[in-house]
């Protein structure tokens, strides 16, 4: 072998085994920071696979800051080709990829006999709007649509950081209202008993087009019969909630990160991050409000258990606020909406998940409804964590533990 040869393949390993070092030594340090209670079901996996997400994630910087490609696209590059399991569709089922007024869809319909027009549900999958996509809940709309019997449209709106609010929330209203308007003629579903829904921000997005429709006047649609949150993610008002404290180093979702997420759905100004993690974004003016709405007295006392802190009240930053004030909106913070706005929702079906950081949104949303007087079916995983859902029956990654959340939708659905 030519020894220039031998010196650049050397060089290169060496190259290599440095990158992978630093690999695992990243890796291993955000697996120290994180806190994975006992309560957690399946917790030596859920171990696992945060150490394979949080890879992912620390190889896809590295290779943004050597402007090899950007951080979300290597993501979501990965998880398509390897953590995605697609099945053969199973018998009883038929399912097409089609687009709603250039929406892309993925129509699930049982092919059973029915007496009559069957229930619909328009679902919008979760991934923080940056994440996630129509195969990520796959599975998922498979089990709702052939268990329950319901034609479900799964939508595969845009996401960020290529778009941002309102484009997410628009997607899901053109092809919620497309649906609504040819559920009889096309697919011989009752489009005064069809749902929207949805897990994580995919909640949000479900809870917020509610709020909207309720809003405006669509002539001859019918309105959603129910709302389907799964560990919705309802406000960015305040971030030391009690679950907030309590989960906020839990897999696979940490309090850092969730508004992360909020600031990629709006702007994606970063430099506010720690500012809105404070507190200081919301004005002097509003706090009262909000405090009677997220207080931490809402809570029933088991939630207040594994302990929390008064935050204190910090100083309002009228630069931040201005900064992320659409986030404060009820079309991105629907918990925040006025009382006759949320008086127009539909009856509402809200699971929340004990270790998971938006526990607390999901229950004090059902507060809100139930103060109101409006119909609310309430589910809580006591061992459950934040993204559950998506590790149903995805072969080694998968998690016994959420067929309880999937299985919870069903029996919901078959009430409508």
């Known amino acids: 072998m030519d020894i220039g040869w031998a010196i650049f393949i050397i060089g290169f390993a060496a190259l290599v085994a440095a990158f992978l070092l630093l690999v695992i030594g990243l890796v291993y340090s955000e697996l120290m920071n994180s806190d994975i209670p006992r309560g957690v079901a399946n917790r030596g996996r859920l171990h696992m696979v945060h150490g394979l997400l949080v890879g992912i994630a620390i190889v896809g910087r590295v290779l943004h800051r050597l402007g090899v490609c950007h951080q979300v696209s290597f993501i979501r590059w990965f998880v398509a080709c390897f953590l995605t399991r697609l ?3 199973p018998a009883g089922l038929r399912v097409k990829d089609l687009k709603f007024s250039e929406v892309p869809v993925r129509v699930y319909e049982p092919t059973g006999v029915c007496e009559g027009l069957r229930r619909g549900l328009v679902y919008f999958h979760g991934g923080g709007w940056v994440l996630g996509n129509i195969d990520s809940v796959d599975e998922v709309c498979r089990h709702i649509a052939k268990e329950s019997d ?7 709106y845009r996401l960020a950081p290529e778009h941002r609010y309102p484009a997410q929330l628009d997607d899901c209203e053109t092809a919620t209202c497309h649906f ?3 559920a009889e003629s096309q697919f011989s579903v009752d489009s ?3 749902a929207v829904g949805g897990d994580g921000t995919g909640a949000n997005l479900a809870a917020a087009l509610c709020q909207r429709l309720a809003g405006r006047e669509h002539g001859h649609l019918a309105f959603p019969c129910a709302q389907v949150l799964v560990y919705p993610a309802l406000q960015m008002a305040d971030f030391n909630l009690p679950s907030y404290q309590q989960n906020h180093a839990v897999p696979i979702l940490f309090r850092g990160r ?3 997420y909020f600031l990629q759905y709006l702007n994606g100004d970063m430099s506010v991050c720690q500012d809105v993690l404070e507190g200081i974004h919301v004005p002097t003016e509003l706090k009262p409000r909000y405090e009677d709405w997220l207080s931490p007295s809402n ?3 088991e939630f207040l258990t594994r302990g929390f802190s008064e935050h204190p009240t910090p100083e309002y930053d009228g630069q931040v606020y201005h900064a992320i004030k659409a986030g404060l909106e ?3 913070s629907p918990l925040l909406a006025e009382d006759a706005v949320i008086e127009k929702t539909p009856p509402t079906f809200i699971l929340t998940c004990e270790y998971d950081v938006l526990r607390d949104d999901g229950i004090l949303y059902r507060k809100r409804l139930l103060d109101l007087e409006k119909g609310v079916t309430w589910r809580h995983v006591s061992n459950g964590f934040h993204g559950m ?5 995805q072969g080694w990654l998968t998690f016994p533990s959420a067929a309880q959340v999937v299985d919870s939708v069903v029996d919901y659905m078959k009430t409508l």
Not at 150 to 156: A, L, N, Q
Not at 389 to 393: E, M, S, T, V, Y
């Open 180 to 182: 609504l308007s040819v």
């Open 258 to 260: 969730m508004v992360f």
């Open 330 to 332: 009820h079309e991105v």
């Open 299 to 301: 809570l029933p006392s």
């Open 150 to 156: 319901t034609t479900v449209v799964s939508v595969g």
């Open 192 to 194: 005064r008993r069809v």
């Open 87 to 89: 099945n053969p569709v």
């Open 389 to 393: 859902i998506n590790f149903f029956k």
